[in-house]
């Protein structure tokens, strides 16, 4: 390994300079995975925002049919990694009080299945989330616009025109404004009642995946195998869906240049090193130091100043997050350890390319004519 041992000492001699690349390769690599793992972070809790309490995929059926309950369980087999399919009823109501005229989108079902997909267990404001007979749980604006607590009743008009009265059991946040006004959940009776189903008869079955960018393939099959309309959370998201990727193409811009000027600062290094140098190299080849060794000199240069500038990278990385973590921001960042292995790997490998000039000029110096000049 005497390329290696030789680049070393190169390396040593002007420590400065070294340091400097190193510094800089550490600032860049520590620039792509913040910047990186921040945007993740932000797609991730925007997601999570828009669809992460609520269906992707609703399954409905022709006009004036119902789905049987029977569905919600044969998806579910039919496709992996669904996490949850629930039976649902959703009719519309108007909120009656006094001069108020108010629409609400009801959803009717299991409590507990449909705490799989809303999570509203973990979500109420106020009183709590049970769905007993004539209960009902509604959403913070709602509750503060109209003044209504848990304990009070609901009077709601139903599609049929006859009136209904509900008890607001709890209060619920699924941080979307226009959820919080204008959906409540009722128990699966009641919402039967109201439509005059049947005990096996639903209006939806609304599906989660855990992979939501799988949902369009997903409802594409489902909706051809039960003969059913499938509508998933991407048709009706496309704007979010069109921020995201904007987002992800300004990171990757971001992350390219940065990458690019690494990998200037290195090639600039290893150039000057190699002028610097080219004594040196001229009386080892003189003393039988092969094209190949002399080219290695700058190839093992370039992975140490790599290896050392990444590692560096990597812990100011770590640093940047955790400094992010102290900032009054409504989400935080969560470092991905396949795009920092990955961030790291493009970092060294730039860096080994980086040395690709200054490698090949040394390989062909002429060791008596670099001699002969002095």
Known sequence: MLSLRIAARFLKSSPGQSLLIMAGIAVGIATQIFVGSLITSLQAD?????VGSSAHITLLPAEGETVDRALASDASASEDLISTAVPVRTLSGIFVDGEDSVPLSITGGDAARLDTIYGLSDRMAAGSFR??????V?????AEKYGVGTGDGLDVLLPSGSPATFEVSGVFDLGQATANERVAFVDAASAADALGLADDEYSAVQI????VFAATDVAARLSEKYDVEAVDWQAENEQLLSGLAAQSGSS??????VLIAVALGIASTLAISAVQKTRQIGILK??????????RIFLWQAALLGVGGTLGGIALGF?????????PVPFSISPEPTFIALSAAIGITVALLSSVIPARSTSR?????VIQNG
């Open 46 to 50: 925007l997601i999570d925002s828009a």
């Open 131 to 136: 769905l007993g007979e004539s209960e009902a």
């Open 138 to 142: 509604v959403g913070t604006v709602f």
């Open 208 to 211: 989660q995946r855990d992979d």
């Open 252 to 257: 990757a811009m971001i992350q390219a240049f």
């Open 286 to 295: 003189a003393i039988g130091m092969g094209d190949g060794a002399a080219g």
């Open 319 to 327: 640093g940047l997050i955790a400094l992010f973590g102290v900032v």
């Open 365 to 369: 110096l002429d060791p008596i004519e």
